[in-house]
Nanobody, 124 residues
Framework: QVQLVESGGGLVQTGGSLRLSCAASGRTFSSSNMGWFRQAPGKQREFVATISWSGGSTYYRDSVKGRFTISRDNAKNTVYLQMNSLKPEDTAVYYC?????????????????WGQGTQVTVSS
């Protein structure tokens, strides 16, 4: 079992930065791949980034490569998403999620547990 609690969302200007955090509880955290997804109004939830349980493997959607960085601190049971050079199109509710898959997962149905979501708004 994994329980996820997110924080760090907010309002930022274009070009600004935000750091999202997702605190996890449960003994399965260290064996879970973690991911970030986002959902804009009227649109489907989409993959943003994922990180392996060891932190040694990461993968990003093309539109955030070079701007976003996913990381994790297993000692703190926390996964992060550092978002730099934010654009208005990054505006969405961001969700963290946990998966038991071995390989990086980019599909929603590969994730077993989800956070409550945190709003990120980037003003133009």
């Amino acid at each position: 079992q994994v329980q996820l609690v997110e924080s760090g969302g907010g309002l930022v200007q274009t070009g600004g930065s935000l750091r999202l955090s997702c605190a996890a509880s449960g003994r399965t955290f260290s064996s879970s791949n973690m991911g970030w997804f986002r959902q804009a109004p009227g649109k489907q939830r989409e993959f943003v980034a994922t990180i392996s349980w060891s932190g040694g493997s990461t993968y990003y959607r093309d539109s955030v490569k070079g701007r976003f960085t996913i990381s994790r601190d297993n000692a703190k049971n926390t996964v992060y998403l550092q978002m730099n050079s934010l654009k208005p199109e990054d505006t969405a509710v961001y969700y963290c999620a946990a998966s038991s898959t071995v390989l990086p997962a980019v599909k929603l149905n590969q994730y077993n547990y989800w956070g409550q979501g945190t709003q990120v708004t980037v003003s133009s």
